[in-house]
């Protein structure tokens, strides 16, 4: 079953879509009332003081969403491929592969779009077109621009990546041979960003800690959780705030929505047995919206 939170003025509302299928990813429109939501089965919603559903054009899942940002179109991408372009209703786009694709963000001029999914496979699309622009070593995860648009971040698994256009490939910036990099997020001011994700500490599946380390110098942000790990984060706009969003590794425990400007993060937001999978803010940082599903186990969004 699809779940999802609005926070609107420091209260939260929840709210249902998808019908049985998981809400995997949100995204709120830039200068809008609403923010659209997605996940599995091709699942597609608007969601403001009401829950509207889209036709869905595929029926694979959809694990990202990206809003031009002008707010005019938004791009969503999952799997086998999945490149669908929602505007008051949806459209898949051409398949050009069959590779699960996890997240994408738009370069802040709103011109092109960078989506980065398995196998390191990184696409930049723009009117329509779809290009691949470098190749990552294992899955990528998670992609910002820079405020400025000169470079974007890309998180994957093993290793944290650079992409400037005119390069040839993505180029590593950081290792992380015993986990993953899940999430990266720009600070406002363009100069810091913080990554996260979470390290395997034994062989144990369940055997996890979470880790965050600050750019550009990347160093450790705070010291790891013991049973958890980050999947995103987030800027808070108009703030010196960072948002993560926690699952948890074992069964029946909390996932958390945690906030960071230095020291240690806070938890604002907690829900019990659910997998939270994404967190997005409006323009103000006022408003914000989480998705996720009423599950135990732990999931890797």
């Known amino acids: 079953m699809g779940q999802g939170w609005i926070l609107d003025g420091g209260d939260w509302r929840s709210f249902q879509s998808g019908g049985r299928h998981d809400l995997r990813a949100a995204a709120w429109q830039p200068g809008g009332e609403r923010a659209l939501v997605a996940g599995n089965h091709g699942t597609l919603a608007f969601v403001g003081r009401e829950v509207r559903t889209l036709d869905p054009p595929t029926r694979e899942s959809l694990r990202g969403i990206a809003w031009r940002p002008d707010g005019g179109m938004a791009i969503a991408v999952g799997n086998a491929g999945a490149i669908v372009v929602v505007e008051e209703t949806a459209r898949a786009t051409p398949l050009l592969t069959p590779v699960n694709l996890r997240r994408a963000a738009w370069h802040p001029d709103g011109t092109r779009c960078l989506i980065v999914g398995n196998d390191g496979l990184a696409l930049l699309w723009s009117g329509g077109r779809t290009r691949a622009i470098g190749w990552g070593r294992a899955h990528l995860r998670d992609v910002a621009w820079r405020p400025d648009g000169t470079e974007a971040l890309i998180a994957g698994n093993g290793a944290l990546y650079r992409f400037r256009e005119g390069d040839d490939d993505l180029a590593v910036i950081a290792d992380l041979?015993?986990?993953?990099?899940?999430?990266?997020?720009?600070?406002?001011?363009?100069?810091?960003?913080?990554?996260?994700?979470?390290?395997?500490?034994?062989?144990?599946?369940?055997?996890r800690e979470t880790v965050a380390w600050l750019g550009p110098a990347l160093e450790p942000a705070f010291p790891p959780l013991v049973g958890h790990a980050f999947v995103q984060a987030v800027a808070?706009?108009?703030?010196?705030?960072?948002?993560?969003?926690?699952?948890p590794v074992y069964a029946r425990?909390?996932?958390?929505?945690?906030?960071?400007?230095?020291?240690?993060?806070?938890?604002?937001?907690?829900?019990?047995?659910?997998?939270?999978a994404q967190l997005s803010f409006d323009r103000s940082g006022e408003r914000a919206v989480a998705v996720g599903s009423p599950r135990a186990d732990f999931w890797r969004s």
């Open 177 to 207: 041979p015993d986990g993953d990099f899940a999430g990266v997020a720009w600070h406002p001011d363009g100069e810091t960003f913080l990554a996260v994700g979470y390290r395997q500490r034994s062989t144990a599946l369940a055997d």
């Open 253 to 276: 425990t909390e996932s958390c929505l945690l906030r960071w400007s230095g020291g240690r993060p806070e938890i604002v937001f907690r829900q019990a047995e659910t997998r939270l």
């Open 236 to 247: 808070r706009p108009r703030s010196a705030e960072i948002w993560i969003v926690q699952q």
